[in-house]
């Protein structure tokens, strides 16, 4: 099991890098500053209570960006996800976010997410929201 999850780990390094080459190349053509392709790379992990590791899920996505009118946001982002759970066997699934912002006033922020991630075998598919404001003093 070491062996493919390392074997599974070097691909996605590797995808990385090559997706991260890619990136950079069409920044460099993309017209508007805000506007564009990304690479994002991220883990999240989960405790009961301070030390007990109950997972973490590691996401390999690509994504790209842009302005909604005058003083909005979106994005959207998907890839593979690398989960590992204590005491199962890590597996990779599909995973992926879309999200808008806005800015209601030069403070306030508006936003909200959607989510997603495969499960393996019969489980279901789980799906996930966000909402929030951000409030900048």
Known sequence: MRYVLSLH???FIIMIVKISSA???LSL???PAFAGPYANI???SGFAGLSDFQAAVTDFHIGYEGPVGESGSYYVQAGP???AAD???TTTELSGKAGVGVNVTE???LYGEVSFITADGDADNNYG???GMKYSF
């Open 23 to 25: 990136v950079a190349a």
């Open 107 to 109: 403070s306030l922020n």
């Open 42 to 44: 991220e883990s999240n």
């Open 9 to 11: 780990i070097s691909v």
């Open 129 to 131: 929201t966000k909402v």
């Open 87 to 89: 005491g199962a066997d």
């Open 81 to 83: 996800s690398v989960v």
């Open 29 to 31: 053509m993309a017209t």
